[in-house]
């Protein structure tokens, strides 16, 4: 018999639910929770002046098609510190979203 924590059944999406920024590093993550699937992935984003900063780009979107069989208005892309505090952040901005389908 398979014993699954409590800390582990949720409606929200929790840290238990996503990959590490590590992963994240190397290639995007996908997933979903209820009607929503969503993206994380690592993302450089041009500033002022022609620097670049990396940010973590998280991107929802409802279901049933996946990322690529997905119109474009359809998606809502939101960006985030790329370390464990925007891996927080992220999580309280997806289960928002979570909610809103």
């Known amino acids: 018999m398979t014993v699954i924590k409590e800390e582990y059944i949720s409606d929200d999406i929790t840290a238990h639910d996503l990959l590490p920024l590590s992963f994240l590093k190397k290639t995007r993550y996908t997933g979903e929770k209820g009607k929503m699937r969503f993206l994380m992935e690592k ?52 289960n928002t979203k979570l909610h809103e389908f």
């Open 43 to 94: 993302s450089s984003l041009q500033t002022g002046e022609g620097a670049e900063e990396t940010k973590l780009r998280v991107c929802v979107w409802p279901e049933p098609f996946a990322y690529d069989r997905t119109e474009e208005d359809l998606k809502q892309d939101s960006y985030f510190e790329f370390s464990d505090s925007g891996i927080e952040e992220a999580i309280k901005w997806l």
